[in-house]
């Protein structure tokens, strides 16, 4: 992968620029972020696809007499499609009388696609075909047609463009001009084909990318324009999809038996990109982690604990080697913990959220550390599923249920799963198939294994030590990096800076301007609602938020919405701040029971937003609303927010006629809703239409989200 260059130090016009000293640190950091583009030549190609795409470049060339067909290159997300296709049209530029021309399915919705595919390939024909070609479209038409055709010709001179919109508008006037556009186009391709010796003729090599992200409705509109349409000599089609995205298990799972048979048509042939040789993954890897400045820090280890969960998935990689970057250099809380630490918890971050989630805020359990509670609950159920008889340590399963108000069976074996089924409704929704699979608890083992998880963890949920704190040296395992960058940076400083951080003197070097030129307060203008807070975890003190200005309101139309929320740790659950105030609300927030009775007596909120557990109280939150239900005091909606989400919970917040979440997009659908009903409610008698959730237009004085 190219990297950018560095900025060239200001100068003094008539002045040369002066030598750079051989101590001084670069204009930049020595880490880099790597991009998620395609490989597009041959030279960039580090894990073998050239030598498929050469293939595969000389099958479609000597395949054109067969055209039309339809070629599926197909593999799962991040696995090279679109590089083997940019590797195959490379090879195709070498081939006589052969053109190729791309289309993004992505970038178009609906029927637009059927019309954006058909004018990509028109506009790769030349303006004396295209000419002739709406000429002949007008000869087959009613005079006026004719006239119109013929006026449009002679009055020119048209573009390329504008005879493709042109010859769009006549073919696609009717629909017997849509009936008669397939033999019009198969026209333009024979003539445009035809060279002067006629050997070869022309192919024209059609590129669909992105297929299988797209909605059903483009799905299918791609794929009438490839069958009905552009089925003529002369075009052949090499589609980048995930088959098994658009089966009838997967995108098209509505998809009628006619529909389904209508889809098998679309492709003749498909090749499944395989998984790269563990050889060539590793090779890649470390070339990701040369590029990105941190292969110092990859040992063999780490490498092949890389190739093994990666599933040996390029983008996946790219995306591991990003994400160790960037906590790397921005979280001082890995100061302390190695490069495996990092990589070990990314891996927990990226392929479990859920988990990780739970894992670094306050998951509800007794201790707080919903690990070790995991680890006892895949003891618990396996001593509850083994059969009768057989030996088990009876003390630390019984402790362990006895949390949640069970006994254990006597004897061992007798009922045991019935015992089971009761504690995996108490436990997180996650647990049950999380248990079962065999990729996640080796990697929860392995991590538990350090001999410092127990602080790892802990730092995990509540963040970096204090300023206040006592000074700690970092961890001697980001050695390799700092040694290799020489004597110029103490690495091993005290401090509480990330261990990659990059102390540059210039303006932009480093990550940012040094501390004593940052402004004493930073602007926050240019951050729209709804934005994601630049502020790090564990950021602001226990239980307060630092006094902001509030942000303007993104309809001001709209009349003040008033939240109240409930939550003794709010640093730790920042989103719920960040989506109230980017839809506009008003919050208050208290973080115990009896404060929001208090709050509750000065004014009655429109939507009450609350955890559920506080402390050692599992249910504080449940029975804050079920008393202030009993008492009178709030009847309006109400939204807990937890990180712990499990079947009881859900039942309990059900009972008590409320919503319960622990996902960003769907508080914000709550608060959307609740929004509408307030609305409704507001609006004069005449005007109310019941409310749509996800839908602010019918309100009156919101506009569409």
């Not at 750079?20 to 880490?31: N, T, V």
């Not at 024209?204 to 089925?231: G, M, P």
Request: overall charge negative; charged content about 25%; aromatic content about 8%.
């Amino acid at each position: 992968m190219a990297t950018s260059a560095p900025l060239p130090p200001p100068s003094t016009p008539g002045l040369p620029l002066p030598a750079p000293a051989a101590s001084a640190p670069p204009a930049h950091g020595p880490f880099a972020l790597l991009n998620d583009e395609p490989v597009a030549e041959s030279g960039a190609d580090l894990l073998g696809a050239g030598r498929a795409a050469r293939q595969l470049a000389g099958l479609l060339v000597a395949s054109r007499a067969s055209t039309p067909f339809t070629l599926a290159v197909d593999a799962g997300w991040g696995m090279g499609k679109s590089s083997l296709m940019r590797l195959v049209d490379a090879e195709l530029a070498h081939a006589p009388e052969v053109h190729t021309v791309w289309y993004n399915a992505w970038t178009s919705t609906g029927a637009d696609a059927l019309e954006g595919l058909i004018k990509s390939v028109l506009m790769r024909f030349d303006r004396r075909v295209l000419r002739r070609g709406l000429q002949r479209v007008g000869e087959r038409r009613a005079l006026l047609r004719v006239l119109r055709a013929l006026s449009t010709v002679v009055a020119g001179p048209l573009g390329v463009a504008g005879l493709v919109d042109e010859l769009w508008k006549s073919l696609s006037v009717d629909s017997q001009a849509r009936n008669e556009m397939r033999g019009a186009i198969g026209d333009l391709v024979q003539e445009w084909s035809e060279t002067a010796e006629f050997r070869p003729r022309r192919l024209l090599v059609v590129f669909i990318d992105d297929l299988d992200r797209c909605s059903e409705e483009t799905v299918l509109a791609v794929c009438e324009a490839v069958k009905v349409y552009l089925d003529v000599p002369g075009l052949a089609f090499v589609i980048g999809c995930d088959r098994s995205a658009l089966g009838p298990n997967g995108l098209l799972r509505d998809l009628s038996p006619a529909g389904s048979a209508f889809m098998e048509k679309i492709f003749q042939t498909s090749y499944r990109i395989p998984a790269a040789d563990n050889h060539g993954v590793k090779d890649y890897i470390r070339w990701c982690a040369r590029t990105a400045g941190i292969e110092p820090l990859l040992d063999d280890a780490l490498v092949d604990l890389l190739a093994q969960r990666s599933d040996r998935n390029p983008r996946r990689i790219k995306r591991l080697v990003n994400g160790f970057v960037l906590e790397a250099t921005l979280n001082p809380v890995w100061r302390d913990f190695g490069p495996d630490a990092v990589i070990r918890t990314l891996l927990l971050q990226y392929f479990y959220p859920d988990f990780y989630r739970m894992m670094t805020g306050p998951s509800g359990t007794v201790d707080g550390d919903v690990v070790a509670e995991f680890r006892t609950y895949r003891e618990v159920r396996r001593t509850l599923l083994a059969p009768a008889g057989a030996p088990g340590e009876e003390t630390p399963v019984r402790d362990f249920l006895a949390r949640y108000d069970l006994v254990l069976p006597q004897p061992l074996g007798a009922g045991g799963d019935e015992v089971l089924a009761v504690l995996e409704r108490q436990l997180p929704n996650e647990f049950p198939d999380l248990v079962v699979n065999p990729a996640f608890t080796s990697l929860v083992d392995e991590l538990t294994a350090r001999p410092d998880a127990a602080l790892l963890l802990r730092r995990l949920r509540e963040g970096p030590l204090g300023p206040g704190a006592e000074p700690t040296r970092m961890s001697q395992e980001w050695a390799p990096v700092w040694q290799g960058l020489g004597s110029r940076v103490d690495g091993y400083a005290t401090g509480f800076g990330p261990p990659l951080a990059w102390p540059g003197d210039e303006p932009y070097g480093g990550y940012g301007a040094p501390p004593q030129q940052m402004p004493p307060q930073m602007p926050q203008q240019g951050r729209t609602p709804g934005q994601p807070s630049p502020v790090p975890q564990g950021a602001y003190p226990q239980g307060g938020y630092p006094q902001q200005a509030p942000y303007p309101a993104p309809y001001p139309a709209a009349p003040a919405f008033d939240v109240l929320w409930v939550d003794d740790q709010p640093d730790r659950k920042a989103v719920v701040r960040e989506v109230l105030e980017g839809l506009g609300a008003q919050v208050s927030h208290v973080p115990k029971s009896a404060a929001a009775v208090q709050a509750l007596r000065n004014r009655a909120p429109d939507l009450l937003v609350s955890d559920i557990s506080r402390g050692t109280d599992h249910s504080a939150g449940f029975e804050m609303v079920r008393r202030l239900k009993e008492d009178g005091h709030y009847d309006g909606p109400v939204v807990f927010f937890t990180i712990r989400r499990s079947a009881e919970r859900e039942e309990r917040a059900a009972e008590l006629g409320a919503s319960l979440t622990n996902n960003e997009q769907e508080l914000r659908e709550l608060v959307l809703h609740a929004l509408q009903s307030r609305a409704a409610e507001q609006a004069p008698p005449r005007d109310r239409k019941p409310p749509r959730q996800g839908s602010l237009s019918q309100t009156g004085w919101f506009p569409s989200l």
